[in-house]
């Protein structure tokens, strides 16, 4: 199996810094993926990994330790339109597979 | 086309019939997905195209589902004798090749009444 574990919800204050976490399996492993959903929408693309290390995209930033099957997606100074979930998806012998995704809020 | 174009954006059918789900994948894409969203619940794998492979039916969660597609256009997912529990979003994504990103069309909701 593919088990994607993530935090359900999270909380946190706008200005501030998030960080979700993500495990997964590491069987035939071929690169991480984050994205983001409002509410009612289909999810957008955020981040991809597939080296370890930390990948630096405005705002956010994707971090991936292969050998401990983990990876963190860390959002800066949060803004309220960041309320959304945040969905950690693993390639693993090709398909997609998504964990069950953390939902985030941002109060003001 | 722009992006993935799925349709119908919203279906309600009765229990027992069969429905129809198309996706139209972005132009060039080799690989497609389908996966099923339940309210408030995360993205559920149902199947993966890539080219002209076999697809991975893994996900599928039983023999009245099923999906085609004809090379590297067109898919359409299958639901025969509809059941209240099939009631969600039918979510299509495509991408390059299995190491590119994917890309979401707006998703079917599909209602069993």
């Known amino acids: 199996g593919q088990n994607i574990d993530q935090p359900t919800e999270m909380t946190a204050t706008e200005g501030a810094i998030v960080q979700i976490n993500c495990t997964y399996q590491t069987s035939g492993f071929n690169g991480l993926f984050w994205y983001q959903q409002h509410a009612g929408e289909a999810p957008t693309f955020l981040s991809y990994?597939?080296?370890?290390g930390l990948e630096e995209k405005g705002r956010f930033s994707s971090f991936l330790s292969r050998s401990k099957g983990y990876s963190y997606l860390l959002l800066k100074e949060l803004q309220m339109k960041d309320s959304a979930s945040y969905l950690c998806?693993?390639?693993?012998?090709?398909?997609?597979?998504f964990g069950t995704g953390t939902r985030l809020l941002v109060s003001p | 086309g722009a992006g993935v174009s799925q349709s119908p954006s919203n279906k309600v059918t009765e229990k027992g019939k069969d429905v129809e789900l198309r996706c139209d994948p972005i132009?060039?894409?080799?690989?497609l997905y389908w996966y099923r969203q339940r309210l408030g619940q995360g993205l559920e794998f149902l199947i993966y195209?890539?080219?002209?492979?076999?697809?991975?039916k893994s996900g599928l969660p039983s023999d009245r589902f099923s999906a085609e597609r004809t090379g590297e256009s067109v898919s359409t997912l299958t639901i025969q004798r509809t059941q209240q529990e099939d009631s969600a979003v039918y979510l299509c994504?495509?991408?390059?090749?299995?190491?590119?990103?994917?890309?979401f069309g707006q998703g079917t909701r599909l209602t069993v009444v």
């Open positions: 998806a693993d390639r693993s012998f090709q398909k997609l597979v």
């Open positions: 994504a495509s991408s390059l090749g299995p190491t590119y990103e994917a890309f």
């Open positions: 990994n597939v080296l370890d």
């Open positions: 195209f890539q080219g002209n492979s076999a697809p991975d």
């Open positions: 132009s060039g894409h080799t690989a």
